[in-house]
């Protein structure tokens, strides 16, 4: 599903969870909600503080995000005509770094093994019950796929009544 500008949903929560303390921040600071022509007047100076408060809590990889996200704003705000503000283009990006991946330990590895063996034991057993439906029940797979649980009906049977007196 897509919204304004072709962005997800998502997308766009991302956004708002990563501007809203900004712009709460900056509304702190002035003392009222800010508007657009507040927006319109933002110097780096008052970005930089307002990057700086964010900071605070936050891991460098969440402030690039929020910069990025506030970067999208004005961008959006430019392009719809009621705020121009290149203060935020002005602003250097950060340097978010860039970590290797952690080997697993044997511990680690044994788990994930005896997991993907679990999930192979379940696609078996699977398979398996698909296959003695089809052959017990004489069905073609359109009819035994389409069946659904809130329809099927479960006879109880032994295996002396499958197989016959």
């Not at 002035?30 to 110097?43: E, K, N, S």
């Not at 698909?130 to 073609?140: M, V």
């Not at 009819?143 to 649980?149: K, L, M």
Request: aromatic share 6%.
């Amino acid at each position: 599903m897509r919204s304004e500008g072709g962005l997800s949903a998502v997308t766009l929560a991302g956004y708002c969870g990563d501007t809203r303390p900004c712009l709460g921040f900056l509304g702190a600071q002035l003392g009222r909600a800010p508007c657009l022509a507040d927006l319109g007047r933002l110097d780096r100076k008052m970005l930089r503080r307002v990057m700086a408060a964010r900071r605070r809590g936050s891991v460098s990889r969440s402030l690039a995000r929020t910069l990025s996200a506030l970067r999208q704003l004005f961008r959006w705000l430019e392009a719809q005509g009621p705020v121009e503000n290149r203060a935020f283009l002005q602003l250097a990006s950060l340097k978010v770094p860039h970590s290797l991946p952690k080997p697993l330990t044997i511990g680690n590895a044994s788990d994930e093994m005896e997991s993907a063996q679990a999930e192979v034991e379940w696609i078996v057993a699977r398979d398996t019950a698909a296959l003695l439906l089809l052959y017990g029940s004489l069905l073609r797979f359109t009819e035994a796929f389409g069946i659904q649980v809130k329809t099927a009906q479960v006879v109880d049977c032994d295996e002396t009544s499958i197989n016959g007196p």
